[in-house]
C-alpha cells in the first residue's frame, strides 16, 4: 500500500507548522524550499489543507500559513483524508454478494482508518522536541 508524495508533503508540511510560534506563518515558497519542492506544487496541497480546515492562509505580503485552531485534534488520517480523499484503497474489480476478499480487505483499511485516527500529528511535534531536547543534555 502506498500513499501519494502528496500526503508524505503534507504530513511533514503539518508537523513543520505546528512548530511554528503560536500565530507565525510562513509563505509557500519558504515551505518549498525548505522541503525542496516547486512552490506550485506544495500550493496544491496546502490549499486541500485549507480546505479541509487543517491549516489557515492569510493573504498579503505578510500573509503565508499557519496550523488551525484544531491543531491539537489534527491525526494522522485527518491530513491524508485531505489529500488523498476517502475512497477506499481497494475496490473489488469481481462484483458479486458477500465477496469474503471484499470484506476482508474493508475491514482492513478500516483497521488502519482507526489506527491513523488515534495517532495525532502534535504527539508527533511533542516527540520531535523531546528527542531535540535529550540530544542537547547530552
Known sequence: MKYSNATNYALHTMVYLMHLPPGNTIG??????????????????LTKLAKAGLIES???????????????EASF????????????????????????????M??????????????LLIDIVKEAEARRAGKNNE
Open 28 to 45: 509557500v515558497q519558504e515551505l518549498a524550499e525548505i522541503q525542496k519542492l516547486s512552490p506550485s506544487y506544495l500550493s496544491k496541497i
Open 58 to 72: 492569510t493573504p498579503g505580503v505578510k500573509g503565508g500559513y499557519k496550523i488551525s485552531r484544531l491543531q491539537h
Open 77 to 104: 488520517f485527518d491530513v491524508i483524508k485531505a489529500i488523498e480523499g476517502n475512497a477506499n484503497l481497494f475496490d473489488c474489480s469481481i462484483h458479486h454478494e458477500g465477496c469474503l476478499i471484499e470484506e476482508t
Open 106 to 119: 474493508l475491514q482492513a483499511e478500516e483497521n488502519m482508518k482507526k489506527e491513523l485516527q488515534s495517532k
